[in-house]
């Protein structure tokens, strides 16, 4: 039961990240749009897609509605950040209360300290090949 509900708080905690990276791609591609927009007559027509269906308008028409559909984005986007730090919250406090560990990590109690020195933690490119 705890490590089922500990999966579910995981996958929550992945879906909110899934989400707000999409919606930062919307984003951007909003601002891309919105910046080609400002550079073309106002009275030039365009198209855009609403509900599904592809409808004509102008870019003076077009232009205001993807600037507020951006200020839209941006304010669900920063939910999301203020939803996947409590969750984030949600899952460390249930980690500590229920002493989980993930496979391959250590207890910080009986970590050997790091070491220094060419092939420690802190020695560097332990592994990487330059050339």
Same mark, same amino acid.
Do not use: W, Y
């Given at each position: !039961?705890?490590?089922?509900?500990?999966?579910?708080?995981? !996958?929550?905690?992945?879906?909110?990240?899934?989400?707000?990276?999409?919606?930062?791609?919307?984003?951007?591609?909003?601002?891309?749009?919105?910046?080609?927009?400002?550079?073309?007559? /106002?009275? #030039?027509?365009?198209? #855009?897609?609403?509900?599904?269906?592809?409808?004509?308008?102008?870019?003076?028409?077009?232009? /205001?509605?993807?600037?507020?559909?951006?200020?839209?984005?941006?304010?669900?986007?920063?939910?999301?950040?203020?939803?996947?730090?409590?969750?984030?919250?949600?899952?460390?406090?249930?980690?500590?209360?229920?002493?989980? #560990?993930?496979?391959?990590?250590?207890? /910080?109690?009986?970590?050997?300290?790091?070491?220094? $020195?060419?092939? $420690?933690?802190?020695?560097?490119?332990?592994?990487?090949?330059?050339?």
């Amino acid at each position: !039961q705890v490590v089922s509900r500990f999966n579910r708080l995981r !996958q929550d905690q992945r879906s909110l990240a899934s989400k707000a990276a999409e919606l930062e791609l919307e984003l951007n591609e909003h601002s891309l749009v919105i910046e080609t927009l400002r550079e073309v007559d /106002p009275t #030039r027509k365009c198209f #855009r897609m609403v509900g599904g269906v592809l409808v004509e308008r102008t870019v003076k028409e077009v232009l /205001p509605a993807l600037e507020s559909n951006k200020e839209q984005i941006s304010k669900l986007i920063e939910a999301l950040a203020q939803q996947l730090q409590a969750k984030g919250r949600e899952l460390s406090e249930f980690r500590e209360r229920h002493n989980i #560990r993930l496979v391959g990590e250590e207890d /910080p109690k009986t970590a050997p300290p790091p070491r220094d $020195g060419p092939e $420690g933690g802190k020695g560097g490119s332990a592994g990487v090949l330059v050339s």
